[in-house]
């Protein structure tokens, strides 16, 4: 099924290289944090602790405001090439994963996302005139916004000749939602010992990773249609949408569970459950089923757990911190939506740190450095 | 000055090709109408009015909530050169640009601006290597928040390698705002016969017009550095920042000034006098002065003064309809801020149509179709 022995691949190697990265985020963040001195004048307030969280929260009096944009990323380089090999267009499920990319993310700040932007930048206007591809991309923006209940606003599609490269597009996703009531903010503050982490199943690479997804197509003998499954190609595979996950927030907060944080298990893997600045231990006593893919690029990639969890959902898309009363129901509540989870784990007083037991796997605090 | 006896340039002959983008945009306004319905089940409606405005808003109760992402475009293209030109960064004045395309687009429907964020997404992350660039995006990008008085939320800086062309980079911007209170909303409705068009004053070319401005550097044979006006090089003067126009809009509520209509003057020109829905004769009579930059094109190009004002804004970046009694005192409020601007033109009844009267143009209701 897979071919043997392969030469291990790090994500530098596959071409991302964050040392060079960094240094303009921390100028852009400092930056950045001066300007919350601006929203009194208008009689708002900065949510300070949302400051390097997934979304930006305000205060605007009634509720808060939270706003994000993401950006896909290289996944379209995949659905190019699969458009190339099988005929078919993916754009739908590509929609889907950029819609997800910016709502997964809004969520996690207890907001109900309101209003969606699209961002569709192409190598030219020639893009727009592969009717079915075109297609594809609204329905599926349509749809994810159906998903989700929220209202695509509008957006831009420039054609960018000489900033995108003929034949491809830049898409992201802006959305802006409301924490309503404001109880339902989910920074971090009631995060607790005790609490219980509950898992939220991913549909496969989502849209992280891609970079050395598509690296290792590169020396596979059958590329994109190596089989992954018996019937499933890498490439399909690869391409399967990112599982949107606000249908689920927005049950649980119907139901009655008050989550007391939330991660969207996108870049740095697992490392993602560090994420709040608080000090606690994280331990995870039962991991879920790794999807076919991305066992197969772990094999393929020669990573060990550490790497692969540690870059990888490995199969968790999701993570929502709730008290431990609450995990059983927040599980039902999200496979009652079609969206597999699991009770995986629970917050302990000790230093920052995240044990995932069934692999023997342990990350510092000091492994996540997103701040 | 300038090399003589051009041949006639097109918008079209410049690269940018709007019959295939169109129907896509159709599709997509269409597929977009449709999600408004979700709205409701959040306690929020939709403001019809704002479909095919430059922002979409949304009630939310004590007020409405406006957002929108805008793209640079190419201007990124100008500075690049002009700094293999000059040795010097013009990232700074780019960053201002890519804020000015959301906010002025943001104000147009009377909300104040409060969050930011930024979308840079690079060829390779060597685009951020280069530290002077990469700061003064960062400076230029807080100095315009610092302007506008909005708080810079966070953002994005992906590399794209293979979707974005190596040494690029795609800068865009989405805002947030509020209608605050909710008799600012300025989508028209008070629109009426009578009413004053007021100007306010472009830096230059701003960030429209930028493919065929970057055509005619071509077959320049001195091309930017070519003189518009004595000691003014070409690129130089295109690459004058963007005017951010929500310092005015601000002033004008705080003066008690209603603004009863706005438009942003970006692509087609003056034709954006005609974009509110309602059927009604637009009459200048009298128009400011050409910024040397846009003559230069203007002349270049050898457009007539019908495609010169249907494409490029002419010195009028922003169009404030009010009272026919508040428009010295919208004119003064801008003058103070150090911002130009002119009682132009009046709102007359009678079918939908714009009169340049100065220049003898005149742009029929169907010359601008963007619904």
Chains 1, 2 share one sequence.
Not at 42 to 58: C, M, N, Q, T
Request: with cysteine; glycine share 10%.
């Amino acid at each position: 099924m897979t071919t043997p022995t392969p030469t291990p691949l790090s994500y530098e190697q596959a071409g991302v290289q964050y040392d060079l990265i960094d240094p303009l985020k921390v100028a852009a963040q400092r930056a950045a944090a001066a300007t919350a001195a601006h929203l009194p004048a208008h009689g708002f307030a900065e949510v300070a602790a949302s400051r390097g969280e997934s979304a930006y929260v305000v205060d605007v009096g009634p509720f808060y405001m939270a706003s994000i944009v993401e950006c896909l990323g290289t996944k379209t380089l995949v659905a190019d090439e699969m458009q190339r090999l099988t005929g078919r267009s993916y754009f739908a499920g590509i929609a889907q994963d950029t819609i997800a990319m910016a709502v997964n993310d809004l969520i996690t700040v207890g907001a109900t996302p309101l209003v969606v932007q699209a961002y569709w930048a192409a190598g030219g206007s020639d893009w727009f005139s592969d009717g079915d591809r075109a297609q594809a991309l609204v329905a599926g923006w349509k749809a994810a916004c159906d998903v989700c209940g929220v209202a695509w606003g509008g957006g831009e599609t420039p054609a960018l000749a000489g900033i995108v490269e003929a034949g491809r597009i830049d898409l992201a996703a802006s959305c802006t939602g409301l924490v309503n009531p404001k109880a339902r903010l989910s920074l971090g503050d009631e995060l607790a010992a005790g609490d219980a982490i509950v898992l939220l199943a991913s549909s496969g690479i989502h849209a992280n990773g891609l970079s050395l997804a598509r690296k290792l197509a590169e020396r596979l003998p059958q590329g994109y249609l190596t089989e992954v499954a018996p019937g499933l190609g890498y490439g399909e595979a690869l391409l399967a949408p990112t599982t949107l996950y606000s249908p689920v927030t927005e049950a649980l907060w119907q139901a009655g569970v008050k989550v007391h944080y939330a991660a969207n298990i996108t870049g740095h893997g697992w490392r993602k459950l560090l994420r709040h600045p608080k000090p606690f231990t994280y331990r995870i006593h039962s991991v879920p089923p790794v999807p076919p893919v991305l066992a197969f690029i772990q094999q393929q990639a020669g990573h060990d757990a550490e790497e692969a969890y540690g870059t990888l959902n490995m199969g968790a898309g999701f993570a929502l911190f709730v008290r431990a009363e609450d995990a059983e129901r927040t599980a039902a509540v999200a496979c009652g939506l079609g969206v597999d989870a699991w009770v995986a784990g629970r917050v302990e007083s000790g230093p920052k740190q995240l044990f995932i037991e069934p692999l023997g796997v342990h990350f510092s605090g000091e492994s996540l450095a997103l701040r």
